[in-house]
């Protein structure tokens, strides 16, 4: 990540990213939420939402209550501007179609240090609004770190500076929660187990023609 980052540096260039992420997200569409009382406003937190498009992220900037970090395609580290603008804020650099220890390593860091942390477990945009089987990453960062789970689910940014004009977009928050392993199931199975639980939440708050895998 290069040299020490200053916190009230990043923190201020975060919040003039945040209204500027608010001031076109009210000009390119038209969002309602859920449950925002649900998330916790302190202490570590893994939020694990569905991806539908690269606006996911500005959005969930917009409407999470505290401050969030996300993991970020090293690639856009090497972008004018928008490398800089990553480093400083802190994202995870993460290579894609690899295991990246290093991207989890801070993540888990991140997480300990009581950091919230917004996590897309399907790694890939579903262009037909349709959930994808999802990595087992997001519980081996759970059960590592000890964090809180927070279950996201959005529909509609798939449409966003695409169909007609201020598409509705629909993000309902879940009920936070701490995993466990299940007793007596080998550890592989037991990941899998608590990436289908926390998928199964996603998928309970959106339509039954947006479940895909699982329905």
């Not at 501007?81 to 989890?104: E, F, Y």
Request: charged fraction near 20%; glycine fraction near 8%; include cysteine.
């Amino acid at each position: 990540m290069g040299a020490r980052i200053n916190k009230k540096r990043s923190d201020a260039i975060y919040g003039c990213l945040r209204c500027l992420a608010w001031l076109l997200t009210h000009l390119v569409c038209r969002y309602h939420v859920t449950g925002q009382e649900n998330v916790p406003t302190s202490g570590s937190l893994l939020i694990v939402v569905n991806h539908l498009s690269w606006y996911d992220p500005l959005l969930l900037g917009v409407i999470l209550p505290r401050r969030v970090y996300f993991f970020t395609k090293a690639e856009m580290f090497h972008w004018p501007i928008v490398g800089w603008l990553c480093k400083i804020t802190g994202q995870i650099p993460v290579h894609r179609g690899i295991s990246d220890r290093s991207a989890l390593e801070k993540a888990i860091t991140y997480l300990r240090e009581g950091k919230a942390l917004v996590f897309f477990p399907e790694g890939t945009v579903e262009r037909q609004e349709q959930m994808l089987p999802a990595h087992t990453g997001i519980a081996m960062l759970a059960i590592r770190s000890g964090a809180t789970l927070l279950p996201i689910a959005h529909s509609g940014t798939r449409r966003v500076l695409r169909r007609g004009w201020l598409p509705r977009v629909d993000v309902q928050i879940g009920t936070p929660y701490t995993p466990t392993l299940p007793a007596g199931t080998q550890r592989k199975a037991a990941l899998q187990a608590i990436t289908q639980e926390v998928m199964a939440h996603i998928a309970e708050m959106l339509p039954v023609e947006q479940r895909g895998v699982y329905r």
